[in-house]
């Protein structure tokens, strides 16, 4: 029987992938918690679903199978014990002031269907659900104190970070900021419940349980054997190499893993906001994360001389890094916005790097970053665009927006 998860390059024709489709949580967005919940706007939930259906409508007209994470995670609480298993879980992980008050918060979940209590889960819970003769604390009672019990989880439709897949296997992620560590919890009982996926024996690379953060949209699998891993706001050095060493024991195909560090800011928090595979030899690329020659830290990490050591070689070529890494002649980098002042950093704020490649040579980006696009075009990629003003307002694109389960080997 074929592998439910296969992924050994970024460009591979997609045949599986996994999205969200955003609900309620976006409309807990608040401007005062805007920030912790790491959004810059709060979108239009309306507007924002529509955009979203378009966007898997265009991957379903190329023949792509679209998963749904809601869907999965219902699926995978196939029995009562597993749903009140889940629902502890989440409640143990989540930043809960509620003291006494939280077996009403688990029989409130229970109370709902499967589905109903998944959304309600992302949602979040306010405080004013949860009748007022059963509130037994004083700050429960203030509406001004803040006004979760359960905090909502708006950045569930970048399904690319909490996990992320690698050859048969996948990562489930210790993610960095708190407002999104729960989301890994979700991809775990799929993957160990899910009857798609628990009849197989799936190797993860890295378990949420490890104690140094590692994030999707740092991950990017060059071929089957070098995977590129941004250092970056959201991925440690120690989670890289730890990757690293467990890919050499168990991937037999993998040689090398290309550590890229980045520069650690707001705009450019993962790897794949600056830096995406379009082709064989085509790469988008925000020139800002080289120095005025050109140059960036670049590590190869290599089997080292016993199986939990690497051997680490530094580079400060991006393009010779490559080419030596994918065995290429020639490598082009697409810089995003054309490299200008001006549109290079406002496409990239807008997410005009972050492309998702379907097949080699064609990709899915947002329309707004029409600069990046044109250039694309130029260089011979086929551009598939998806509208994007509310998208975009989470900080994310194309790739943050998908999880590739399955794509064919190139
Ligand atoms: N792979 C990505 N670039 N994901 C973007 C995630 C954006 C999200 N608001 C965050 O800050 O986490």
């Known amino acids: 029987m074929k592998h439910p998860l296969h992924v050994t390059s970024e460009i591979g024709e997609l045949q599986t992938v996994l999205l969200h489709r955003p609900g309620e949580e976006v409309e807990n967005l608040t401007p005062e918690y805007l920030q912790h919940l790491l959004f810059d706007d709060i979108p239009y939930l309306p507007l924002i679903q529509k955009e979203h259906d378009y966007f898997a409508q265009t991957l379903r007209n190329r023949g792509i199978e679209v998963l749904y994470l809601t869907t999965l995670l219902t699926e995978a609480l196939h029995t009562d014990d597993l749903k009140k298993k889940f629902v502890a879980d989440v409640l143990k992980e989540s930043n809960l002031s509620m003291n006494g008050s939280s077996q009403q918060i688990v029989d409130y979940l229970l109370s709902f269907e499967t589905e109903a209590m998944v959304k309600k889960i992302m949602a979040g819970i306010r405080k004013s659900e949860i009748p007022v003769n059963k509130k037994t604390h ?130 450019f928090m993962h790897l794949d906001t600056v830096f995406t595979m379009v082709d064989y030899d085509k790469f988008t690329i925000h020139p800002e994360i080289q120095n005025k020659k050109g140059e960036m830290n670049i590590y190869i990490l290599e089997k080292g001389r016993d199986e939990d050591t690497v051997k680490i070689t530094h580079k400060t070529n991006l393009m010779e890094a490559l080419k030596e890494a994918l065995g290429l002649k020639e490598v082009t980098l697409i810089p995003c916005g054309g490299g200008d002042v001006i549109a290079a950093p406002r496409e990239q704020w807008n997410d005009g790097s972050n492309t998702l490649a379907i097949a080699p040579g064609v990709v899915v980006t947002y329309d707004r970053n029409y600069v990046s696009n044109k250039l694309l075009r130029e260089h011979g990629i086929e551009v598939i665009e998806v509208i994007s003003s509310e998208l975009s307002r989470g900080r994310g694109g194309p790739r943050c927006m998908s999880m590739p389960l399955v794509r064919k080997d190139i």
Request: proline fraction near 7%.
């Open 138 to 267: 004083l700050y429960e009672l203030l509406d001004d104190h803040y006004p979760f019990y359960l905090d909502p989880m708006p950045n569930l439709y970048f399904t690319r970070d909490p996990a992320a897949t690698i050859g048969n296997g996948l990562t489930i992620n210790t993610m960095r900021e708190v407002a999104r560590r729960r989301e890994s919890l979700f991809m775990s009982y799929i993957i160990h419940h899910h009857p798609r996926y628990a009849q197989y024996d799936i190797p993860i690379w890295l378990d949420r349980d490890y104690p140094h953060p590692i994030e999707g949209g740092d991950e990017l699998v060059l071929s089957k054997d070098t995977v590129a891993i941004g250092i970056s706001a959201r991925t440690a050095a120690k989670s890289i190499e730890r990757l690293a060493v467990n890919l050499f024991k168990r991937q037999a195909d993998m040689k090398r893993v290309v550590a890229v560090e980045i520069p650690k800011s707001r705009a």
